[in-house]
């Protein structure tokens, strides 16, 4: 469980304080941690000999895909008159 946590705490997505409050917490993710993360994940599964180049553009049309729509979505959001 230690170890978990320490993971966790090196990927920033919890934090711990001591006291009588204290604890382990979940963090607000950030946008820039987030791409990290995913820019980390995907070179990692680039790396491994085990995944193919289709399972690769796979991956990659699941997340970009959604995300260049979120993209469309928010700027025709911003730019309605």
Do not use: K, W, Y
Request: with cysteine.
């Amino acid at each position: 469980m230690r170890e978990a946590i320490r993971t966790l705490e090196c990927g920033n997505l919890v934090h711990t304080t001591r006291g009588a409050t204290g604890g382990t917490f979940v963090s607000v993710p950030s946008i820039g941690r987030m791409s990290e993360h995913l820019e980390t994940g995907v070179a990692l599964l680039a790396a491994a000999e085990a995944v193919t180049v289709d399972q690769l553009m796979e991956v990659r049309h699941l997340i970009e895909v959604p995300a260049a729509g979120a993209a469309a979505f928010r700027h025709n959001d911003t730019h309605i008159e």
